[in-house]
């Protein structure tokens, strides 16, 4: 369930404006790499993008668990 609430919330994110900042900044070194070293360079980025992904959900999951106990030890 929480899973479900984080994916649901995600798509609430708005990063247009780091997209952006990304894209002047990557575009140009692309283009100075060659075929391979763009295939690395995209493979490297999948890498961080997923992992990023990954501690992003566990730290919502953590919050939300902490959450969760508080209420329950103000309940009690």
Known sequence: MIDALYNYRQG???SAEFFDEFNKLCIPF???MS???????HKLLD????TAAAEMR?????????????????KE
């Open 30 to 32: 692309e283009d100075s």
């Open 12 to 14: 609430d994110i708005h």
């Open 47 to 50: 890498c961080v993008s997923e």
């Open 35 to 41: 075929e391979e070293q763009i295939d690395v360079f």
């Open 58 to 74: 566990a730290a919502y999951k953590a919050s939300f668990k902490d959450g969760a106990a508080m209420m329950q030890e103000i």
